[in-house]
């Protein structure tokens, strides 16, 4: 059954803590796959169009193609596959203005998709959206994500995922704390 958005957006923001959002144990990777999977299987082939412009339906869209795939998908290559199709909504609802009409808490994650690319111009822009937004700790995140672009080019942490080689540079950095996201 694919899920509503307001039942998205409820989950994310009411049922799960931050803590989960960004480090989620295996038992939320799998109840985000029993109670999502569906609707994730049916925004990756195509989105209504009425998620580009509604609040709400703006937001759960990017949740599922930008978030959920981290989680249902950890370790595997399917964890980035609808990274472009996530950022596309984004950027569409920063230019309807869509993002303003969000508290700061839930604008970030219609952000977070600009961080999740490995464009360096897209990484630049999320250092502006995110300063914009005025939370030194998501700051930080965005700082981090541009350096690494900035450096490599790419994540190196996602070249196993995707069956990348590694550059020696690469390997090094890897074996750094807080070298992962």
């Known amino acids: 059954m694919i899920a509503e958005p307001e039942e998205i957006v409820r989950y994310w923001f009411e049922e799960l803590s931050p803590k989960a959002w960004y480090g989620a144990p295996a038992s939320v990777d799998a109840e985000i796959t029993v109670r999502f999977g569906e609707t994730y299987e049916t925004l990756k082939d195509a989105v209504p169009p009425g998620c580009s412009t509604t609040l709400k339906a ?38 309807e203005g869509l993002d303003m009409k969000l508290p700061p808490e839930k604008r970030c994650f219609v952000y977070i998709p600009f961080q999740h690319s490995e464009d360096l111009a897209v990484q630049r822009r999320s250092l502006e959206l995110f300063t914009a937004l005025g939370n030194p700790e998501n700051l930080d995140f965005a700082r981090r994500h541009e350096a690494i672009i900035a450096r490599f080019g790419r994540f190196p942490h996602r070249n196993a995922s995707l069956g990348r080689e590694s550059t020696p540079e690469e390997e090094a950095f890897l074996k750094q704390p807080g070298s992962s996201f």
């Open 58 to 95: 703006c937001l759960a869209a990017i949740l599922v193609l930008d978030q959920f795939p981290r989680n249902m998908f950890r370790g595997a290559p399917q964890a980035f596959a609808t990274d472009a199709q996530a950022l596309a909504l984004s950027q569409r609802a920063i230019a």
